[in-house]
């Protein structure tokens, strides 16, 4: 009901067969029950009182109460919040909780047992450390017992799962701080006290391991899923199960086809008993990792393997070419509809290829751009006016790599292609979005005719038809733009790199019409290469880009506020210890989010 970004976070499906969600949007967190056919039963945004509120967790319980933890910002902290619907959708107690050192605390998984008692798991800010925390109310919501895991390393503690018992014991999967490095843990927390029973670290080789889920059996069999850390593959499938005393049944790990990142995100015994795990590949012939989906017997013997990949022959949909994936992406809000675009090869060139899917993953329709030399996609968009998708990127034409932008309607009908070239020379766009009123803006570089390239954004109409309005920048030898963001006074942003004779400084500036508010470098001088990947902008008109900065050793991820006159307002590296560097940049009511 906020009118901007809802996020789902849980499903869970009662004995009626309804379904039930939870995330957040709006800075409240959300739940929905549906029937059978997907009309909505009733629903709930919920806010606590004084700031953000999420749900990442769900159950419903055999008289079809639900149940939503998450997070709710009080007073002084964010605190674990914990609320019990009954089936007709009134709030029948809510309860928080505030970790013992005061800070944030985040639940993620709730479980309830036969007598309707509830169980919160999380983690949050313990006496030294942040901890797991496991909380236990009646079905009344009365508190009856907080228990605390702090993992050997004593540093950061995870927990997303918990399961329970036939007797209410928990278990939980947990990552937990071993001090050089991560451990796959399995705690279990006491029904009558909370304490800790016993907790089980897998016996990995040291690389960091993981563990994202986990099932228990009414006897309190339990099996958790994640992954392990490897010296030369990046991480493998890891399962392991243990009994009711943590006494270890067997361990397992699965490495994939392309010998690299292998993940277990979700696991779940069966009705035989059977321990069925499964997660995510690399593989060796695909461009993305494959689905991996692996049973296991009581003994740990292997029943089946599938696998599950999509393909699109020699495609190189979605490719990130520059350091910038999103870009090469864009969803529909009011369809549901993905549309994803780069290059495919048609036997004896490159051309531009865009793919649309619906809400549940089925090609509607693939489109290609042949303009008879090598076409290249790397940016798309849908237009506010039109419901166009527009793709840029690049094409040969005449003699010259040209700046391509093409137009489809909604059934992936080409409707417009336009190439130009601002100096007679190279030209590329890297990225692509579309203001209020329907002016197309595409961002990238262009070739001055010495060798060297500027900075530009080129308008085009709503049929692609030059506006003539290009705004260049020339600062040095090469400058590149890869990412754009337009606000609702259609104010633009750019964000790239420009290159001074011995090192790349990251470049944002913003674009009012045809002219520069403000231009702005980061980095100079500090003799490594910095860049700017990703620029978005808050409602009243500060910038804040994702990039990558030197440190004087190794590469950082940072992110920088710039105020809406230009200047830098904060920066904030994360160094993980080596190269580190963001491509990709969020922004909501409250925080920023970066990837990389």
């Given at each position: 009901?906020?009118?901007?970004t809802?996020?789902l976070y849980?499903v869970?499906?009662d004995?009626?067969?309804?379904?039930y969600?939870?995330?957040s949007?709006?800075?409240?967190?959300?739940i929905?029950?549906?029937?059978?056919?997907?009309?909505?039963?009733w629903?709930?945004?919920?806010?606590g009182g004084?700031?953000?509120?999420?749900?990442?967790?769900?159950?419903?319980d055999?008289?079809?109460n639900?149940?939503m933890?998450?997070?709710s910002a009080?007073?002084t902290?964010?605190?674990?919040?914990?609320?019990?619907?009954?089936?007709?959708?009134?709030v029948v107690w809510?309860?928080?909780?505030?970790g013992?050192?005061?800070?944030?605390?985040?639940?993620?998984?709730?479980?309830?047992?036969?007598?309707?008692?509830?169980?919160?798991a999380?983690?949050?800010?313990?006496?030294?450390?942040?901890?797991v925390?496991?909380?236990?109310?009646?079905?009344?919501?009365?508190?009856?017992?907080?228990?605390?895991?702090?993992?050997?390393?004593a540093?950061g503690?995870?927990?997303?799962?918990?399961?329970?018992?036939?007797?209410?014991?928990?278990?939980?999967a947990?990552r937990?701080?071993g001090?050089a490095?991560n451990?796959?843990v399995?705690?279990?927390?006491?029904v009558?006290?909370g304490a800790?029973?016993?907790a089980q670290?897998?016996?990995s080789?040291?690389?960091?391991?993981?563990a994202?889920?986990?099932?228990?059996t009414?006897?309190?069999d339990?099996?958790?899923?994640?992954?392990?850390?490897?010296?030369?593959?990046?991480?493998?499938f890891?399962?392991?199960r243990?009994?009711?005393?943590?006494?270890?049944?067997?361990?397992?790990?699965?490495?994939?086809?392309?010998?690299?990142?292998?993940n277990?995100?979700?696991?779940?015994?069966?009705?035989?008993?059977?321990?069925?795990?499964?997660?995510?590949?690399a593989?060796?012939?695909?461009?993305?990792?494959?689905?991996?989906?692996r049973?296991?017997d009581?003994?740990g013997?292997v029943?089946?393997?599938?696998?599950?990949?999509?393909?699109?022959?020699?495609?190189e949909?979605?490719?990130d070419?520059i350091?910038?994936?999103?870009?090469?992406?864009?969803?529909?809000?009011?369809?549901?509809?993905v549309?994803?675009?780069g290059r495919?090869?048609?036997?004896?060139n490159?051309?531009a290829v865009?793919v649309?899917y619906?809400?549940s993953g089925?090609v509607?329709?693939?489109?290609?751009y042949d303009?008879?030399g090598?076409?290249?996609a790397?940016?798309?968009?849908?237009?506010?006016?039109?419901?166009?998708?527009?793709?840029?990127g690049?094409?040969?034409?005449?003699?010259?790599?040209q700046?391509l932008?093409?137009?489809y309607?909604?059934?992936?009908?080409q409707q417009?292609?336009?190439?130009?070239?601002?100096?007679?020379?190279?030209?590329?766009?890297?990225?692509?979005?579309?203001?209020?009123t329907?002016?197309i803006?595409?961002a990238?570089n262009?070739?001055?005719?010495?060798?060297a390239?500027?900075?530009?954004?080129?308008?085009?109409?709503?049929?692609g038809?030059?506006?003539?309005?290009a705004?260049?920048?020339d600062?040095?030898?090469?400058?590149?733009?890869?990412?754009?963001?337009?606000d609702t006074?259609?104010?633009?942003y750019?964000?790239?790199y420009t290159?001074d004779?011995?090192?790349?400084?990251?470049?944002a500036a913003r674009i009012?019409?045809t002219?520069?508010?403000?231009?702005?470098t980061?980095?100079?001088?500090?003799?490594?290469?910095?860049?700017g990947?990703s620029?978005?902008a808050?409602n009243?008109?500060?910038?804040?880009?994702?990039?990558?900065?030197y440190?004087g050793?190794?590469?950082?991820?940072?992110?920088?506020c710039?105020?809406?006159?230009?200047?830098?307002f904060?920066s904030?590296?994360f160094?993980?210890g080596?190269?580190?560097g963001?491509?990709?940049?969020l922004?909501?009511?409250?925080?920023v989010?970066?990837?990389?």
């Amino acid at each position: 009901n906020s009118g901007g970004t809802d996020t789902l976070y849980a499903v869970a499906v009662d004995a009626s067969d309804n379904v039930y969600v939870v995330g957040s949007g709006g800075g409240d967190a959300h739940i929905i029950c549906y029937d059978t056919d997907g009309n909505v039963v009733w629903s709930d945004d919920y806010d606590g009182g004084f700031g953000n509120d999420f749900g990442y967790g769900l159950a419903v319980d055999a008289s079809g109460n639900a149940y939503m933890v998450g997070t709710s910002a009080q007073l002084t902290s964010s605190d674990y919040m914990t609320v019990k619907y009954d089936s007709s959708g009134t709030v029948v107690w809510d309860e928080f909780y505030d970790g013992v050192g005061t800070g944030f605390d985040q639940a993620y998984d709730v479980e309830v047992d036969g007598s309707g008692n509830v169980y919160t798991a999380g983690y949050g800010i313990g006496l030294t450390s942040q901890d797991v925390i496991v909380v236990k109310y009646d079905s009344g919501g009365a508190f009856q017992w907080a228990g605390y895991y702090d993992g050997p390393g004593a540093g950061g503690d995870f927990c997303y799962a918990i399961g329970l018992d036939s007797t209410g014991n928990t278990y939980a999967a947990v990552r937990a701080s071993g001090g050089a490095t991560n451990l796959a843990v399995t705690a279990r927390f006491n029904v009558a006290t909370g304490a800790v029973d016993w907790a089980q670290p897998y016996a990995s080789g040291g690389f960091g391991d993981d563990a994202y889920s986990i099932d228990v059996t009414a006897a309190g069999d339990n099996v958790i899923g994640g992954l392990v850390g490897t010296a030369t593959n990046g991480s493998d499938f890891l399962a392991v199960r243990r009994d009711a005393a943590g006494t270890l049944t067997w361990d397992r790990t699965y490495n994939g086809t392309a010998n690299s990142t292998d993940n277990v995100y979700g696991v779940a015994f069966d009705s035989s008993g059977n321990a069925i795990v499964s997660g995510q590949s690399a593989t060796a012939t695909a461009p993305t990792p494959e689905g991996v989906t692996r049973s296991y017997d009581s003994g740990g013997n292997v029943n089946w393997t599938a696998t599950l990949v999509g393909s699109a022959g020699m495609s190189e949909v979605g490719s990130d070419f520059i350091p910038a994936a999103r870009h090469a992406m864009v969803a529909d809000n009011s369809s549901g509809n993905v549309y994803v675009t780069g290059r495919s090869d048609n036997g004896s060139n490159w051309d531009a290829v865009t793919v649309a899917y619906n809400s549940s993953g089925t090609v509607l329709w693939t489109a290609t751009y042949d303009g008879g030399g090598n076409d290249v996609a790397y940016g798309i968009a849908i237009s506010p006016t039109t419901g166009e998708i527009i793709i840029c990127g690049q094409s040969f034409s005449g003699g010259i790599n040209q700046m391509l932008a093409v137009g489809y309607d909604a059934g992936g009908t080409q409707q417009w292609a336009t190439v130009l070239s601002a100096n007679g020379a190279d030209d590329i766009g890297y990225a692509v979005a579309v203001d209020g009123t329907g002016v197309i803006h595409i961002a990238g570089n262009s070739d001055d005719g010495s060798g060297a390239t500027d900075f530009i954004v080129v308008q085009l109409d709503d049929m692609g038809g030059d506006l003539g309005a290009a705004w260049f920048s020339d600062r040095n030898d090469e400058d590149v733009l890869v990412d754009i963001y337009i606000d609702t006074t259609n104010a633009v942003y750019v964000t790239g790199y420009t290159f001074d004779g011995s090192e790349n400084d990251l470049f944002a500036a913003r674009i009012v019409g045809t002219g520069s508010d403000w231009e702005q470098t980061y980095g100079v001088g500090n003799g490594g290469d910095d860049f700017g990947n990703s620029i978005t902008a808050d409602n009243v008109g500060n910038g804040y880009i994702a990039g990558t900065t030197y440190n004087g050793t190794d590469t950082d991820a940072i992110v920088i506020c710039m105020e809406e006159f230009g200047t830098v307002f904060w920066s904030t590296p994360f160094d993980g210890g080596n190269d580190d560097g963001a491509n990709d940049i969020l922004l909501d009511n409250s925080s920023v989010y970066i990837a990389g």
